[in-house]
C-alpha cells in the first residue's frame, strides 16, 4: 500500500543539481521554509563541471563553502594555453591572478563532490526538506500559490523510473524554482520554448583517476589539432584526502564516430595513450559522449514560477561557465524573491530577474559559442589559417594581469544603466571591523550593502534609508585606519578603487553585482528612487 504525504513550505525547488542545491541554502538560511525535490535519491554521477570562476567562489563563500580552503575544490595559479598540433601557442589566459574581488580566477571541482559538501550544508538547515528520489509530476498555479504532485522512484541501472506502489506526495509552496535542468518538466508545463543557437559538437568527457600526482605543464591546455580537437584540464581534488588529484580530458568526436565506438574502454585508453595515460598509472573514473549545444529561453517566470540553471539556458562548455551563469540565476532569483516574500514587492518583479539574467547569460552563451568555433575545427587549411592569424594576434597581444571580471552585464533590472560600474561584479577588499580582519563579506557581512567614504555623512535622507533597511539593506562608511569608518580598509582596496572611478558610494546588491555608484548624496538619492521603482520596491506608506 502507498503512502500519501504533503507538504507546505514558501518555496518548493524542483531539480537539485547545484542550481537548486544552492537555492535551497540561500533561502533556507533565510528562514524560509523550503521543500526541494530530484528524482534521483544520490547526486548524479555523470561527469560534467569541473571549474569555476572568481565570482562563483565569492558566492559559495557566502553560503559557507570557502574554495581557497575546502577539501572537494582546487586551484593551480597557472596559465591556460591554448596550442595548436605542433605545440606551437595560440594564445594563453591569465589563470594566476586574483579577480579584484580576492579571489583566484579558476577553482576546479568534481561536481558530485560539490554536489555533496551543498547538501552536508543543507542537513544543518532544519526548515530545508529535501525529497530525494521523487519525481515531480503535476504542477498547478492559482492566485495563492503552486501545488505539485510527486512520485518516489528507484534506480534500474543507470536510469530512474517511478517506482510501483511508492510513496506519493504533495508540496503547496508560495513560489516555486523550476531548476530541473536541460530537459526540464517545469520549462514544458509552463509552455516555454528554448531558442536554439544550432551549435551542436558531440564530445567524449574522460574523467581518469591517476595512481600518482604528476605534473602537468601548464595543468589546464586546449590542443587545436584538426585531427582531434582536445581539452586537457584537472578534475577537481581526488576522491579521499590522499589521493592524487583528478584528471579531465574531452575530445571532439570526429564525424561518422558514434558514442559507442567511443565510450569502449578500450578506445578511450587508446586516446589517452599520446598523453601516457595508461591503465598502469590510473584509473578511468567515467568516459561519456555529450552534445555540446547552445539554447536559451526569452522568458524565465510565469506568475510565481521561475527557471533557473540549465532550465533556462545552455551553452558548450568551452568556458567553463554553464554552471557558473546557473548559480548566478540562483543567487539574483533568491534576493528577488526574499523581496516579494517579505511583501516588499510583487510577483511581476520576478520579470527584472528573467530581463538582467537572460542578458548576461547570452553573452556568456556567444563567449562559449566563439571559443567552440574556434576549437571544433576539423579541417586541416582552416585550422591553418587560425593558427597563424592566432599566433600573430599572441605576439601583439600577448599581457598576462590582473584578471578582470567578464563583460558581461545584466539586462535591465535593478542597476543604474548609465552608471559605468552597475550590472557587473562589485569588488572586494580584505577589512577590519568590529576587531575582527578578513574579506570584506566574512567580517562585515553580504546582503543589500551600502558602503560610503567616510567623509561623506549620512549619505541617504531619513525616508530613503528607513526604506533601504527595510528590505535589509545596511549603510556602512569606510575609510583608513584612524579615520574613524566602520569599515577600515586596511589595504586601500576601497579607496583605491572610489578615486580611481571618482565615486564616494558604492551600492551592492544580494548577488554581488552593483546597483550603483555615485560621487555625491543628491545623485546616490536619485538612483536609490530608479532602483526601487525598477525592483517594484513599494514605499514606507505602500508596504504599510
Ligand atoms: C561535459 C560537461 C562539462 C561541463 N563543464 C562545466 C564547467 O566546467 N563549468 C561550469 O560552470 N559548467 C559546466 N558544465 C555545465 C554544468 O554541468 C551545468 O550547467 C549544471 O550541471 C546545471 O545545473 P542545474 O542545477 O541547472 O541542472 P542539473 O545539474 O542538470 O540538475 C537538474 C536536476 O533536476 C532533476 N530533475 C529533472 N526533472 C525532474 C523531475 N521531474 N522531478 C524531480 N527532479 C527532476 C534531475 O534529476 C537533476 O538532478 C558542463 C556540462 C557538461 C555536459
Known amino acids: 500500500?502507498?503512502?500519501?504525504?504533503?507538504?507546505?513550505?514558501?518555496?518548493?525547488?524542483?531539480?537539485?543539481?547545484?542550481?537548486?542545491?544552492?537555492?535551497?541554502?540561500?533561502?533556507?538560511?533565510?528562514?524560509?521554509?523550503?521543500?526541494?525535490?530530484?528524482?534521483?535519491?544520490?547526486?548524479?554521477?555523470?561527469?560534467?563541471?569541473?571549474?569555476?570562476?572568481?565570482?562563483?567562489?565569492?558566492?559559495?563563500?557566502?553560503?559557507?563553502?570557502?574554495?581557497?580552503?575546502?577539501?572537494?575544490?582546487?586551484?593551480y595559479d597557472a596559465i591556460y594555453r591554448w596550442q595548436n598540433a605542433n605545440g606551437d601557442v595560440l594564445t594563453e589566459v591569465d589563470w594566476m591572478n586574483q579577480a579584484d574581488d580576492g579571489w583566484r580566477n579558476r577553482y576546479?571541482?568534481?561536481?558530485?563532490?560539490?554536489?555533496?559538501?551543498?547538501?552536508?550544508?543543507?542537513?544543518?538547515?532544519?526548515?530545508?526538506?529535501?525529497?530525494?528520489?521523487?519525481?515531480?509530476g503535476e504542477i498547478q498555479q492559482d492566485a495563492d500559490g503552486v501545488t505539485l504532485t510527486h512520485r518516489e522512484t528507484e534506480v534500474n541501472g543507470t536510469s530512474c523510473t517511478v517506482k510501483e506502489g511508492g510513496v506519493t506526495g504533495t508540496v503547496r509552496a508560495a513560489a516555486l524554482i523550476g531548476s530541473d535542468g536541460a530537459n526540464s518538466k517545469v520549462r514544458a508545463d509552463l509552455g516555454l520554448t528554448m531558442q536554439d543557437l544550432e551549435f551542436y559538437y558531440d564530445w567524449l568527457v574522460v574523467d581518469v583517476l591517476p595512481n600518482e600526482d604528476k605534473e602537468y605543464d601548464p595543468p589546464h591546455y586546449q590542443v587545436c589539432d584538426p585531427v582531434r580537437p582536445t581539452t586537457v584540464v584537472p578534475g577537481g581534488p581526488g576522491p579521499t584526502p590522499?589521493?592524487?588529484?583528478?584528471?579531465?580530458?574531452?575530445?571532439?568526436?570526429?564525424?561518422?564516430?558514434?558514442?559507442?565506438?567511443?565510450?569502449?574502454?578500450?578506445?578511450?585508453?587508446?586516446?589517452?595513450?599520446?598523453f601516457d595515460v595508461t591503465p598502469d598509472n590510473a584509473v578511468l573514473e567515467r568516459a561519456v559522449v555529450w552534445r555540446f549545444q547552445a539554447k536559451y529561453l526569452d522568458q524565465w517566470n510565469v506568475g510565481r514560477i521561475a527557471l533557473a540553471?540549465?532550465?533556462?539556458?545552455?551553452?558548450?562548455?568551452?568556458?567553463?561557465?554553464?554552471?557558473?551563469?546557473?548559480?548566478?540565476?540562483?543567487?539574483?532569483?533568491?534576493?528577488?524573491?526574499?523581496?516579494?516574500?517579505?511583501?516588499?514587492?510583487?510577483?511581476?518583479?520576478?520579470?527584472?530577474?528573467?530581463?538582467?539574467?537572460?542578458?548576461?547569460?547570452?553573452?556568456?552563451?556567444?563567449?562559449?559559442?566563439?571559443?567552440?568555433?574556434?576549437?571544433?575545427?576539423?579541417?586541416?587549411?582552416?585550422?591553418a589559417e587560425r593558427d597563424s592569424r592566432m599566433?600573430?594576434?599572441?605576439?601583439?597581444?600577448?599581457?598576462?594581469?590582473?584578471?578582470?571580471p567578464h563583460l558581461a552585464t545584466l539586462g535591465p533590472g535593478a542597476w543604474i544603466a548609465d552608471d559605468a560600474h552597475a550590472g557587473r561584479p562589485a569588488i572586494a577588499g580584505r577589512v577590519a571591523h568590529h576587531g575582527r580582519f578578513g574579506r570584506f563579506d566574512d567580517v562585515v557581512g553580504t546582503g543589500w550593502m551600502l558602503l560610503?567614504?567616510?567623509?561623506?555623512?549620512?549619505?541617504?535622507?531619513?525616508?530613503?534609508?528607513?526604506?533601504?533597511?527595510?528590505?535589509?539593506?545596511?549603510?556602512?562608511?569606510?575609510?583608513?585606519?584612524?579615520?574613524?569608518?566602520?569599515?577600515?580598509?586596511?589595504?586601500?582596496?576601497?579607496?583605491?578603487?572610489?578615486?580611481?572611478?571618482?565615486?564616494?558610494?558604492?551600492?551592492?546588491?544580494?548577488?554581488?553585482?552593483?546597483?550603483?555608484?555615485?560621487?555625491?548624496?543628491?545623485?546616490?538619492?536619485?538612483?536609490?528612487?530608479?532602483?526601487?521603482?525598477?525592483?517594484?520596491?513599494?514605499?514606507?506608506?505602500?508596504?504599510?
Open 309 to 383: 540553471g540549465d532550465a533556462a539556458h545552455l551553452m558548450p562548455p568551452f568556458a567553463g561557465e554553464g554552471m557558473c551563469a546557473g548559480l548566478r540565476d540562483a543567487a539574483n532569483l533568491c534576493w528577488h524573491l526574499d523581496l516579494i516574500l517579505q511583501g516588499h514587492a510583487g510577483w511581476d518583479s520576478l520579470d527584472g530577474y528573467s530581463s538582467e539574467r537572460l542578458t548576461n547569460v547570452r553573452w556568456y552563451i556567444d563567449f562559449a559559442v566563439d571559443l567552440g568555433r574556434t576549437i571544433c575545427v576539423a579541417d586541416p587549411a582552416e585550422a
Open 391 to 404: 599566433i600573430a594576434e599572441h605576439l601583439v597581444q600577448r599581457e598576462i594581469g590582473p584578471v578582470h
Open 242 to 274: 590522499t589521493s592524487p588529484r583528478r584528471r579531465r580530458w574531452e575530445f571532439m568526436a570526429l564525424p561518422g564516430e558514434t558514442a559507442a565506438e567511443l565510450e569502449a574502454d578500450e578506445r578511450v585508453w587508446e586516446l589517452l595513450a599520446p
Open 452 to 544: 560610503s567614504d567616510v567623509r561623506q555623512a549620512a549619505p541617504l535622507p531619513p525616508e530613503q534609508q528607513a526604506r533601504f533597511e527595510g528590505i535589509g539593506g545596511r549603510i556602512v562608511s569606510v575609510g583608513a585606519p584612524g579615520s574613524g569608518a566602520d569599515v577600515i580598509d586596511v589595504e586601500g582596496a576601497y579607496g583605491r578603487w572610489m578615486k580611481q572611478q571618482g565615486v564616494n558610494h558604492l551600492l551592492v546588491r544580494p548577488d554581488f553585482c552593483v546597483a550603483a555608484t555615485a560621487d555625491t548624496a543628491d545623485t546616490l538619492a536619485t538612483s536609490m528612487d530608479t532602483l526601487f521603482d525598477a525592483m517594484g520596491v513599494r514605499s514606507l506608506a505602500g508596504a504599510a
Open 108 to 136: 576546479w571541482f568534481s561536481q558530485p563532490a560539490l554536489e555533496e559538501r551543498l547538501r552536508q550544508i543543507i542537513a544543518s538547515l532544519p526548515n530545508v526538506t529535501l525529497l530525494q528520489g521523487h519525481q515531480v
Open 1 to 75: 500500500m502507498s503512502t500519501n504525504t504533503h507538504h507546505d513550505c514558501d518555496v518548493a525547488i524542483v531539480g537539485l543539481g547545484p542550481v537548486g542545491l544552492f537555492s535551497a541554502i540561500v533561502l533556507g538560511t533565510k528562514g524560509y521554509r523550503v521543500v526541494g525535490l530530484d528524482r534521483w535519491a544520490t547526486p548524479y554521477a555523470r561527469p560534467r563541471a569541473v571549474t569555476f570562476d572568481h565570482e562563483i567562489a565569492r558566492l559559495l563563500n557566502s553560503i559557507g563553502i570557502n574554495a581557497d580552503d575546502d577539501e572537494c575544490i582546487d586551484y
